[in-house]
């Protein structure tokens, strides 16, 4: 057996292509997309390295065409949950007592295939099946999973270095035994990012643990090249397990079984909450108190200060609302805009949005594609018409919308006369800004209304080049979000720089990308050595005088 504390490599953020016209990674991942966008994917479940096939199919719909076939999926059975249960804890000895070191070496092993090899695969894989221009599919799948998986070895390794002390005189030695949970664990990911698809499972695993992995049915197209690039990298069978499954039965099936352990989610409030409570019900059945980290929706905030640079704001009101179609958990969706500059501001906004193209994200010059599904597409032009029949709101720009070839939503600003409007306050997962305009004079009024407002705590950004104005924002609203940006839009968390996640009701805030949502995969055993072991009972103190 190898004999040695071994260093891993430094771990720095994957490099973003520019894919502008001419270059080689343009014409790659071009390529990639024409060919993977006229194929047809058979897209099964992963069971102990099996590929599980039911006949069962649904298909696989690209938004921006959703009559194109792209592939199918086989959806499973109560019995294929069962089934990935049991080839969790049967890999579970074997691979929580594989070496740190070989199972790091897997890890590196996949950050290298996805920047690497698979890079044109994985960026064209989200861009026909999430509808995700290249830019928006490089920084997600390509980079920032890289990211994920070589910070995560970084900081694993960190973790196992970290032993109590013990004086050298004092005849014992303590050391720390950080071992995986005791079960398997579960990860439930979502449609938005493939990074997260790919870190909710492998964070865990990483540490020890076995993973039953549920993703999005629309993500599975990406999430079935990630399988392949976890097999090659070396993960053997039953170590991540996934399955295509319905969510209630699957839920009813992981969570009232005795051995389930831990649950590492991103999607929606409403369910996490849900999930917490039935695991409070269950509490009784388990093995351990499972461990539960979850990141969930948010109601994301732009505070402009009357010293701000207008261009600025424009630029950031843009790029974060309107970016991968406002589909993110830290999209900006409502902003607060002092009076004295919002003339400026509506104008650049109007101005700038009409440079905006909408369409297929094979057109490179295309700024906005569609939203994810039917589903959302209805529920977005639900609350544009109710927009444009209030008579508290006023659509400035955008406000239409059109399903009969992809889903796709105009880029919409709402100016809302209440700041309490509908819009504000209400997640909507799409490319729809809310605006307040509020007396440039009430500064510190409406920071006290941007904390009150949402119950969201993820993400909002600050604007002003008043260093004193800028503190007392900062101070007003230091638990209105977990991820807070000074003179920046806010979105856009890098790995290793901006460790990501919110409170209240955004999650647990166990910061994805750091060593914080690690140790949350880990049960510590404390063992104390005693070298000099005591043979009589008594103390000195117990002498006679």
């Known amino acids: 057996m190898e ?34 966008w006229n194929e047809t994917l058979n897209i099964p479940m992963v069971i102990n390295g099996k590929r599980i096939e ?36 049967d890999a579970k000895e074997a691979w929580e007592n594989m070496s740190w070191a070989n199972r790091s070496a897997i890890f590196l092993k996949a950050a290298d295939l996805v920047a ?11 861009m026909i099946q999430q509808s995700k221009t290249i830019f928006q599919a490089e920084i997600d799948s390509a980079c920032e999973l890289a990211d994920f998986l070589r910070f995560n070895v970084q900081y694993a390794t960190e973790i196992y270095a970290e032993q109590p002390y013990t004086h050298s005189h004092s005849g014992l030695w303590n050391r720390v035994d950080y071992r995986p949970l005791e079960g ?22 990483m ?3 076995t993973v039953v992995w549920k993703p999005s049915l629309s993500q599975l197209y990406s999430a079935h090249l990630l399988m392949e690039i976890f097999e090659e990298a070396g993960i053997p069978p039953g170590v991540i397990n996934m399955i295509i499954t319905d969510p209630q039965e699957t839920a009813d099936i992981v969570f009232g079984h005795p051995d389930f352990a831990g649950l590492h989610y991103t999607g929606s409030t409403t369910v996490f909450q849900n999930i917490w409570k039935t695991i409070g019900n269950n509490i009784t059945k388990y093995r351990t108190y499972p461990r539960i980290v979850g990141e969930t929706g948010g109601k994301d905030f732009v505070m402009v200060h009357r010293t701000a640079k207008v261009q600025q704001v424009v630029t950031a009101l843009i790029r974060g609302a309107f970016e991968f179609q406002g589909q993110k958990c830290s999209a900006a969706s409502r902003a607060y805009i002092p009076s004295n500059l919002w003339q400026a501001v509506k104008t650049g906004l109007v101005n700038t949005m009409a440079e905006l193209n909408m369409g297929s994200p094979r057109d490179f010059e295309n700024f906005i594609t569609a939203v994810i599904h039917e589903g959302a597409f209805d529920k977005l032009a639900k609350y544009i018409d109710q927009a444009k029949a209030d008579s508290n709101a006023e659509i400035i720009a955008g406000g239409n919308y059109d399903k009969s070839k992809g889903y796709f939503i105009e880029p919409t600003v709402i100016v809302a006369s209440d700041p309490k409007y509908v819009t504000m306050e209400e997640e909507l997962f799409g490319p729809v800004l809310t605006i307040y305009v509020y007396p440039e004079d009430q500064y510190e009024e409406t920071l006290k209304l941007v904390d009150e407002t949402s119950p969201y705590a993820l993400t909002g950004a600050l604007f002003s080049e008043d260093r004193y104005a800028l503190e007392v924002g900062e101070r007003a609203l230091r638990n209105a979000a977990g991820n807070f940006y000074i003179n920046d839009k806010p979105t ?31 049960s510590p055993r404390l063992i104390k050595e005693t070298l000099l072991t005591p043979e009589h009972y008594g103390y000195p103190f ?3 005088d």
């Open 492 to 522: 856009g968390a890098v790995v290793g720089q901006q460790p990501f996640g919110g409170a209240r009701a955004s999650g647990t805030n166990d910061k994805a990308g750091s060593k914080q949502n690690l140790y949350r995969w880990v």
């Open 542 to 544: 117990l002498a006679k």
């Open 116 to 126: 690497g090899p698979y890079r044109a695969r994985i960026n064209a894989a989200t």
């Open 184 to 205: 398997f664990t579960f990860a439930i990911t979502p449609f938005n990012f493939t990074a997260i698809a790919g870190n909710l499972p492998t964070s865990m695993a």
């Open 207 to 209: 540490m020890g643990n």
């Open 3 to 36: 004999k040695g504390f071994y260093h891993v490599p430094q771990a720095i953020n994957e490099p973003i292509q520019g894919y502008a016209p001419g270059s080689a990674e343009r014409a790659e991942v071009q390529a990639a997309y024409d060919k993977m």
């Open 54 to 89: 039911t006949g069962k199919t649904m298909r696989v719909l690209p938004p921006h065409d959703h009559q194109h076939n792209v592939g199918s999926f086989h959806f499973g059975e109560a019995k294929h949950v069962h089934e990935a249960i049991q080839a969790s804890l």
